[in-house]
């Protein structure tokens, strides 16, 4: 008997290993915060004209980029890419600028260019895309030349806040028949969460499945913990910032599910 309950263990742990890995866990590989990358292009047809040489505010173009969200935790890797419809003769500087600010970013037009990258790297970029939303204006020093832009794209990395709960199927995410995969929720690393559980499955045959399995690495003890946490009932964790959550019924044809819900507990 004592075998088996080892093998069902190391079956459960090896299954949500594969899970984890093959999840989405950053813009890069060594990211594991749940982040992704946000983009937005604009193309101006006709294309926008740039003639001054200016980067004040009220004397310049101006460019808003609306992301999916409305809210995004820890921007950074802002850039933009600026296309224009033909290369230029003259070195000059392109700038992105925000209002009431005396210092930008920006990036140079170097003569037989025709596209510019602009790195986007101080902190009044950032902070303005937490909202999801960026109005920038286009400066341009050092040059009297006519600009036309055809396309200009907005791209940096960043986290869609967690949702406080997570829906758990009892089909799609039971592992235990070899049929579903884990459902990865990633919450802030280095936390203390309350889960608590709520909602009910069965099987076919009506027979209550009252419990739903996480796994995760306690990044503190560096161990990798599996439990299993009853409809009614919660636990505390403190994670890398991922958790899979998962049936391990052996059973098919399985009936409804659970509201995994977190919250933060100030016990660190």
Avoid at 24 to 32: D, N, R, S, V
Avoid at 41 to 62: E, K, L, Q, V
Wanted: charged share 15%.
């Amino acid at each position: 008997m004592k075998k088996q309950v080892k093998r069902a263990v190391a079956f459960v742990v090896t299954a949500l290993w594969g899970a984890s890995v093959s999840a989405a866990t950053g813009c890069y590989p060594e990211y594991t915060d749940g982040s992704q990358w946000f983009e937005k292009t604009i193309t101006f047809n006709p294309a926008m004209t740039i003639n001054y040489d200016s980067s004040s505010w009220g004397s310049i173009r101006h460019v808003v980029f609306k992301f999916e969200s409305s809210e995004i935790e820890n921007p950074r890797d802002f850039t933009l890419n600026v296309q224009l419809a033909s290369a230029v003769t003259k070195k000059q500087y392109l700038w992105g600028v925000l209002p009431n600010s005396s210092s930008n970013n920006g990036g140079i037009l170097f003569p037989g260019s025709s596209s510019v990258r602009m790195n986007m790297t101080r902190s009044m970029y950032l902070n303005a895309l937490t909202d999801g939303e960026i109005e920038l204006g286009l400066g341009r020093t050092l040059s009297g030349e006519t600009l036309r832009i055809t396309q200009i794209t907005a791209k940096f990395c960043g986290v869609l806040p967690a949702p406080e709960s997570v829906e758990v199927d009892v089909n799609r995410h039971n592992i235990g028949a070899g049929q579903g995969s884990a459902q990865v929720h990633f919450v802030d690393p280095n936390t203390t969460y309350r889960v608590e559980v709520a909602g009910s499955a069965s099987d076919k045959e009506g027979n209550e499945i009252p419990t739903v399995g996480m796994s995760y690495v306690d990044p503190r003890k560096h161990q990798h913990i599996t439990v299993q946490v009853a409809a009614g009932s919660e636990a505390f964790l403190n994670t890398d910032g991922q958790v899979s959550l998962f049936y391990s019924t052996s059973t098919t044809e399985n009936t409804g599910g659970h509201q995994v819900n977190f919250s933060r507990v100030n016990l660190d």
